[in-house]
């Protein structure tokens, strides 16, 4: 094998000259979850959820539940008054 221009071989860099890559066990704990990474991925769920208890606390947020059976109870309202009529000698 030809070495590229002045780059040695790597047999030919003395172990000294080498620098020690971190290998990804140094962040790890014991359970093999990485410190950070549990802070980084949690930290979006924790500020979404202080903001909601915040804005629920503060302001005046409508009932969802509430709001999704009202609009249940309109549609089965206006699906039963614009229904097609039956015609004759049909069940149900």
Same mark, same amino acid.
């Given at each position: *094998?030809?070495? @590229? !221009? +002045?780059?040695?071989? /790597?047999?030919?860099?003395?172990? %000294?000259?080498?620098? #020690? ?5 140094? +962040? &790890?704990? #014991?359970?093999?979850? =990485?410190?950070? !990474?549990? /802070?980084?991925? %949690?930290?979006?769920? *924790?500020? $979404?959820? &202080?903001? $909601?208890?915040?804005? =629920?606390? @503060?302001? +005046?947020?409508? +009932? /969802?539940?509430k709001? =999704?059976n009202? !609009?249940?109870l *309109? =549609?089965k ?7 097609k009529? #039956? #015609?004759? !000698?049909?069940?149900?």
């Amino acid at each position: *094998m030809k070495c @590229n !221009g +002045n780059q040695p071989y /790597i047999s030919q860099i003395s172990p %000294s000259s080498r620098q #020690k890559v971190p290998s990804t066990r140094d +962040n &790890l704990t #014991k359970e093999g979850v =990485a410190v950070m !990474g549990i /802070i980084r991925s %949690s930290f979006s769920f *924790m500020m $979404g959820t &202080l903001c $909601g208890v915040y804005i =629920a606390q @503060n302001y +005046n947020v409508p +009932n /969802i539940k509430k709001l =999704a059976n009202t !609009g249940l109870l *309109m =549609a089965k309202h206006i699906e039963e008054t614009y229904r097609k009529p #039956k #015609k004759r !000698g049909e069940d149900d």
